[in-house]
């Protein structure tokens, strides 16, 4: 049959509704990135909620009996059990768990029969000052060793300094830092009688334990920021940077420092969230009143609930530094921290 030109056509789509329910869905990259990363932290908490659980009831033997010691009659250990609701039904005590956790109730401690709470609330400002000092220490020494050692070592030049260097910061990186603590200790208080080697709340008290933590994190970043600053001072653009013969301070803090940024906050972010966790023999070393001396205690003295609570406030601390370097990325760099993601 003919075409007729009177002959019905398929209406025209209305406006704002071209490409359909793909076109209304589409989100743009920075949301869908940030709603990705936002959805990992949910499932990595859940899990993690779900493990500190079952610290508690994986432990070999009755907890409540461990921590009362053998001599307890039948009748105490019954009674701490149902003060912590070890004697009800374990989907019971879970959902307890999981609604406690929303009003902020964490429990309370077996030892000092403190709510855990109020102990964390006391003892993790000691925590963080420490951790973030220290990265802060490694973050601002890390930088110009890297970029010092970089730039003398481009093209093959001065090779025994920067092989000298290499060597230096290689030892330092393997060094256990509990065993840089002992050496500091050594040095420092016994040796010199120059700083003191356990206590908290003095600039004095805190220089060995930062130097401590801080000494092989400064010693990896800058070796990754040396690398990355040797790739960066032999590329391309940086022969165009030179032809226009810029001033030297110019050349590398305005075109280099902000190429190599990128994989220098992507491991600087890393070890902030590794400093966290390494607090606690740290704090055990040098006599430190924070979280990671106060798990230790709890462990020894069998005190589950609070040692369950730090544990969680250690990995929610970590989860929560992982998602803001994240996005700390995506506004330096946003092509190739959403690419990834």
Do not use: C
């Amino acid at each position: 049959m003919a075409f007729s030109p009177l002959a019905p056509t398929a209406p025209e789509p209305l406006p704002g509704r071209r490409g359909g329910r793909r076109a209304v869905g589409r989100l743009s990259p920075r949301l869908s990135f940030l709603l990705r990363r936002l959805g990992r932290l949910v499932v990595s908490l859940a899990i993690v909620v779900v493990a500190t659980f079952l610290i508690i009831h994986l432990v070999p033997g009755d907890p409540v009996r461990a921590v009362l010691g053998p001599s307890a009659s039948t009748e105490l250990v019954a009674r701490v059990r149902g003060e912590l609701g070890l004697d009800k039904p374990l989907l019971t005590q879970f959902t307890d768990y999981v609604a406690g956790l929303f009003r902020g109730d964490l429990g309370v401690s077996l030892q000092s029969h403190r709510t855990v709470v109020d102990t964390i609330a006391q003892r993790l400002p000691a925590t963080l000052i420490l951790a973030l000092v220290s990265f802060l220490v490694a973050a601002l020494g890390a930088l110009p060793i890297g970029i010092a050692t970089a730039i003398v070592a481009r093209g093959g030049r001065h090779r025994l300094v920067d092989l000298g260097a290499a060597g230096l910061l290689g030892l330092l990186i393997l060094i256990p830092n509990f065993l840089l603590a002992v050496g500091l200790i050594a040095l420092f208080n016994i040796a010199l009688g120059a700083l003191p080697a356990a206590g908290w709340g003095t600039p004095a008290q805190a220089v060995l334990p930062v130097l401590a933590l801080a000494i092989g994190p400064l010693a990896y970043l800058a070796r990754i920021v040396h690398v990355e600053m040797v790739a960066v001072l032999d590329a391309p653009y940086m022969l165009t940077a030179r032809s226009k013969r810029l001033p030297g301070h110019l050349l590398h803090l305005r075109h280099a420092l902000p190429n190599m940024l990128t994989s220098a906050l992507t491991i600087g972010g890393m070890i902030l969230s590794g400093l966290v966790a390494a607090t606690v023999l740290i704090e055990t070393i040098f006599a430190i009143p924070g979280l990671g001396s106060t798990i230790v205690g709890s462990i020894t003295a069998k005190d589950y609930p609070m040692a369950q609570g730090i544990v969680l406030v250690y990995a929610t601390l970590v989860l929560l530094l992982n998602l803001i370097v994240d996005l700390v990325l995506v506004t330096v760099d946003p092509r190739s921290s959403i690419s990834e993601g």
